[in-house]
Structures are given as structure tokens and as C-alpha cells.
């Protein structure tokens, strides 16, 4: 079950992408920006936790979940150290994503050569 | 009557090509939906054999991701992909890592440091910067609301 | 060397293309007009260590080419003009580092290709120069680059957009007899009609062409019908019906004749979304398929009208409308001339 709801909801996000696209002819940047934005939007409310819950990785994989994962690690420890807290927690969750996504990119460069 | 420079750029809208909103988004839908499966996949595959919990599977799951997404960006296969696919491979986390890798190696030729080092976020950085901006104001609202009540 | 009316060149010497050469990357080759050109590289790196460096053999190998064809050496020329769409046009720097012949740098964006030919007739007609050799070139990775994305990048697909040519045109302008002469030119002004979507240069270029095209017919008093082929740049599958319907709602008709050089190198299976364009597309195709035919005498007269963009990066970004520029060199072909 949490296979479809994983394709259902990713596919949705994803559709949500195309259509920023498409019709109101944003950047594929802008698309990426605002929708970490919105995920960290909608952490605020608890709603994108549910939708983890619901969805599993159809949540989790889309770029959204990034602001989601940004605030919720800031939170964690703001709530143990206060304002400064939200600075040391901020990366805490999207560590791992960030660390390796420079790693490969960077990796992947030294070895491969554009094909264009 | 197109020999109108003012309204030009609304009266040509009939001659450009329609675009096909509703076959974008199935695409988008359909393979957007197919890596978040590949994504759920992974996580179980973590949890069942690495004893990963479910919260901390993500990590993995992502970091696998993004391997796959910068060696297929650097067998020159992710757009390829993207041409079918639309925002359906620039939404998820796989699209993240493709611009970094793309970013990093179309500057190869100018060297490790000046080049790939210092390009690595030239399209990915947005996402960080609005992430981090956004996700430290609605903490510091949180944060004081918690406290203001 | 006089001027007609306004805009018009029309030269008072025999001025000819003596020799062309053309060079292409693969995915031109394998278009409908792969045969017409000179070389072809099976890859798009062309043997080089990075898209630089291809770019530059390309240019490189036309040049050799045309050179070649008209017995010439680097040390005969006079003059060498050329254009490319690199920062400050440095495939051509580089390429005139290398041949040592006076060179004068050129740009106008995808319109280069019949600047530099005009420039050139121009300067042979008025005895400044005997033999003057052109030049330009374009390859996709490093337009990509300049304009648009890292290539390995996925962005979404775009009906609008235009595919850049891989590939590199030379033609020599001299005096010295040949099969094709140059007669005529029509300089383009920079017009610029709002349209700020840089992936829809078709449609932000085809009111300079039509602009360019109505001032010929106006400045020579000719019809559509004196010409076997009139010829644009890059105007793409979107610019050409409106560069047709511009120039129709003026009374003039061109349905007939017009071609775009854009839909003409790629074949429409190709996945080049809305055609061709780069200083290259002109350039090969004029080069290669024109002159061929010119030559034969399978074509009298053709006038091919270069259309360019005048953008870089940033003014799209800053929300910038895009300035475009088309010139139109008149060829006619020396077998039977007097149609």
C-alpha cells in the first residue's frame, strides 16, 4: 500500500512541478526554490509529517521534503537552545543529502566528460 | 494584424506550438511517481537489511539516490531522460544531485578548483539558500510563538 | 560600390564566393543536407578535450577546406573576417592567432554569417582588400553553456526553442572568377518588438527579417518572383509562419520562395524541438547545399537573410526584450545569369 501511496503523492508533486512550468512559465529554478520553500511552509503546520506518514518516500524524495527536513532540524534543537539553536539544527537532518550530493557531483565530475 | 509592435508579443500566441499541458503532467506524474517508488523501495530494502529505522532510512535512501542520479548524469543519460520526463525528474532529490553534476562537469575544462569546485552550485544553490532562509524564519516565528504563549 | 535607396548595396564589380568550406558535427551530418558539407566529426567533441576546443577545429577545418579548394595559402588573403557566439567571439581570435591574416572580429549573433559576407563584398568592390577569407562558427555545447544550461543539465523541453548548429562555414571573396557571385546586400536594422523569452528567439526574430526583406524588395523594386529562393537564418518552425504572414499583411508575398535554413539542416524526427540555429545554421547551410546548387545552376538567384538574436545572459535575466538583426546577401549563380 505505501508503494502506491508513494507513487501516487510523488507523482502529484511532481505534476504540481510540471504545471508551474507549463502554464505559469517558471524556471525550472524557481520551481526547485519555491518548492522547498513550501516545504518548509507546510512543516509548520505538521501537515508535510502526515504526509510522510501517509506517503513514506512519495514524500520524502521530492525536493519539498528538503525545507521540511531544514526546519525540522532546526527546530529540534531550538527548542533545546533557543535562537541559536535553529543555526546548530538547521543541516542536522539534511546533512547526509547534501554531504553526498557534493560528494558524487564532485567525484562524478573528476571522472566522466560531458557527452553534450 | 501582426504589424504591431506593441501588442506583438500577445498576437503571435497562434503561432506558437501547443503545449501538450495534459501528456506533460501524465509524464511528469508517471515518472515522478516511478522514482519515489525506486525511493520506497530503497527505504525498505535500509530498514530490512541495515536495520535503519524508519525516520533514519531516509538518509540512506536519499544518498542512494542522488548516487545513481550524478552517475547517470555523468553517462550523459539524465536528460535525456529529463526530455521525457519534465518535472518529473527535477522534483525529486535526483534532480537536486543532476545539477550539481551537470553544473560541476560543464565547467571541468577550467579545472578542479575554478571549475568544477566552484561551480558545483551554481544552479543548486538557490535551493540551499531558499531552504535555509525560509526554514530559519518560520523556526525563529515558532520559536517565539512556543515561547510567547 | 553603390548604394541603392536605403539599406541596399549593390556592388559594381564581379564580386564571387571563389570557395566555401563547410565542417559539421554529427547530428547535422545525419540531417537531410549531410551530404552537401565537407567534413563531418562523428562526435561532438571532434576529437578534442572540451567544447572549446571543438568549436575551434571546426572553424579550423572549414577554413582548411575553402583554402584548399581555391588553391590558395594563408600568406595569399588579404583580410580575414569572423564571427562566433563565444564571449567575445574567441573561437575566431583564436583561429586568426593561428592563419596570421589581418583579421577584423565580427558580430552579430547568428546573423555573422552574411555580416561577414557582406562586409567582405564590400571591401573587395571598393579595392581595399583582392582576397578576403570569412569565417564563423557555433557549437551546441558552448551556446548551451552561454545561453542556456550545462549540457548534462535535465531541463524541460521547450516546443519554442531552438537547437544550436554544430558547425563551422568558410567562404573566400575575391574578384577571381567562380561559379557563384555576390551582388547584392541589404544591411538590417536592430529591431526589437518585445518578446523577452529567450527561448523563443523564432518569434523574436522573424519582424527583423521581415523588415529586412521588405527594404531589399523595396530598395531593388524586385518581386519575390525574381528569386529562385529567399532564405532565413534560424526563424525556426515559429518564426517562419510569421515572418510569412508579417510580410504578407504588407502586400508581400513570399509563401513561394521562403525556405529557413533552421528546418532545412535538421530533418523534423530529429529531436532539435522547434529547428536550427546558431551563426553555423546559416552558414553551413549557404556554404554547403546553397552553393552547391548555385553552382550547378540549379538555383539562379537566392537571397539567404541571417537573422541574430543581440542578447546575452544577463539581460534576460533582468527582464531585458530582446533586440534582433538581420542582414540579406543577394547570390546569383554565374551559369545564366540573365534570367
Known amino acids: 500500500m505505501i508503494f502506491v501511496n508513494a507513487f501516487l503523492v510523488g507523482g502529484a508533486i511532481c505534476v504540481l512541478g510540471q504545471i508551474l512550468i507549463d502554464v505559469f512559465k517558471l524556471t525550472p529554478a524557481h520551481v526547485v526554490a519555491s518548492f522547498v520553500v513550501l516545504g518548509a511552509v507546510l512543516d509548520s503546520f505538521g501537515i508535510y509529517d502526515q504526509l510522510i506518514q501517509l506517503a513514506g518516500a512519495g514524500a520524502t524524495i521530492p525536493i519539498t521534503s528538503f525545507g521540511h527536513a531544514l526546519l525540522h532540524g532546526a527546530m529540534s534543537e531550538g527548542h533545546e537552545h533557543g535562537y541559536l539553536g535553529i543555526a546548530i539544527g538547521i543541516f542536522k537532518l539534511t546533512s547526509a543529502g547534501i554531504t553526498s550530493a557534493i560528494l558524487f557531483g564532485f567525484l562524478t565530475a573528476l571522472i566522466f566528460k560531458p557527452k553534450g | 494584424m501582426l504589424n504591431d509592435p506593441k501588442n506583438y508579443s500577445d498576437n503571435i500566441k497562434p503561432y506558437l506550438p501547443k503545449v501538450p499541458y495534459v501528456r506533460n503532467c501524465l509524464k511528469a506524474f508517471v515518472s515522478g511517481g516511478l522514482i519515489c517508488v525506486i525511493g520506497q523501495f530503497l527505504q525498505v530494502f535500509y530498514i530490512h537489511f541495515f536495520h535503519f529505522t524508519k525516520a533514519s532510512a531516509g538518509n540512506p535512501t536519499s544518498a542512494t539516490l542522488i548516487l545513481i542520479a550524478s552517475l547517470m548524469t555523468g553517462c550523459g543519460l539524465y536528460d535525456k531522460i529529463a526530455r521525457f520526463s519534465g518535472a518529473g525528474s527535477i522534483v525529486p532529490v535526483t534532480g537536486f544531485a543532476n545539477s550539481i553534476t551537470s553544473a560541476a562537469l560543464e565547467h571541468k575544462s577550467e579545472g578542479i578548483v575554478l571549475g568544477v569546485a566552484t561551480n558545483l552550485f551554481s544552479l543548486a544553490g538557490s535551493v540551499i539558500v531558499f531552504g535555509v532562509v525560509s526554514a530559519a524564519v518560520l523556526g525563529i516565528i515558532r520559536l517565539f510563538l512556543a515561547q510567547a504563549f | ?339
Open chain 3, 1 to 339: 560600390m553603390s548604394r541603392v535607396k536605403q539599406q541596399t548595396w549593390r556592388f559594381d564589380h564581379p564580386i564571387y564566393l571563389s570557395a566555401t568550406g563547410t565542417a559539421v558535427g554529427p547530428l547535422e551530418a545525419r540531417g537531410p543536407l549531410g551530404g552537401t558539407f565537407d567534413k563531418a566529426y562523428n562526435t561532438l567533441s571532434c576529437g578534442e578535450k572540451n567544447w572549446s576546443d571543438a568549436e575551434r577545429t571546426l572553424m579550423r577545418r572549414a577554413v582548411a577546406y575553402c583554402l584548399a579548394k581555391a588553391g590558395r595559402k594563408e600568406s595569399d588573403i588579404d583580410l580575414f573576417l569572423a564571427g562566433d557566439l563565444m564571449d567575445q567571439t574567441v573561437t575566431s581570435n583564436f583561429i586568426a592567432r593561428e592563419n596570421r591574416i589581418p583579421y577584423l572580429g565580427m558580430f552579430g549573433a547568428c546573423s555573422t554569417s552574411m555580416e561577414t559576407i557582406a562586409q567582405a563584398a564590400q571591401l573587395v568592390d571598393s579595392d581595399y582588400a583582392d582576397r578576403v577569407l570569412c569565417a564563423v562558427s557555433s557549437h551546441n555545447a558552448t551556446a548551451e553553456r552561454q545561453f542556456r544550461y550545462p549540457t548534462e543539465y535535465g531541463g524541460p523541453l521547450n516546443l519554442t526553442q531552438t537547437f544550436t548548429v554544430t558547425g563551422a562555414g568558410a567562404a573566400l571573396v575575391s574578384r577571381e572568377s567562380g561559379n557563384v557571385r555576390v551582388t547584392e546586400a541589404t544591411l538590417g536594422r536592430v529591431i526589437d518588438w518585445g518578446i523577452s523569452d529567450p527561448n523563443n528567439m523564432g518569434a523574436a526574430m522573424a519582424p527583423a527579417a521581415a523588415d529586412t526583406i521588405w527594404r531589399h524588395f523595396q530598395d531593388t523594386g524586385r518581386s519575390p518572383d525574381d528569386y529562385d529562393l529567399i532564405v532565413t537564418g534560424d526563424l525556426s518552425r515559429v518564426g517562419s509562419p510569421i515572418l510569412k504572414e508579417l510580410l504578407l499583411e504588407k502586400g508581400l508575398d513570399i509563401t513561394k520562395q521562403h525556405q529557413d535554413c533552421g528546418l532545412m539542416v535538421y530533418s523534423p524526427e530529429q529531436p532539435v524541438n522547434a529547428g536550427g540555429s546558431g551563426c553555423a545554421c546559416s552558414a553551413v547551410v549557404t556554404f554547403g547545399y546553397l552553393y552547391r546548387r548555385l553552382t550547378e545552376g540549379s538555383l539562379k538567384r537566392v537571397i539567404v537573410v541571417a537573422t541574430g538574436a543581440l542578447l546575452n545572459k544577463s539581460t534576460t535575466k533582468e527582464k531585458d526584450t530582446i533586440p534582433c538583426i538581420a542582414h540579406g546577401v543577394v547570390f546569383e549563380s554565374v551559369k545564366g545569369a540573365n534570367r
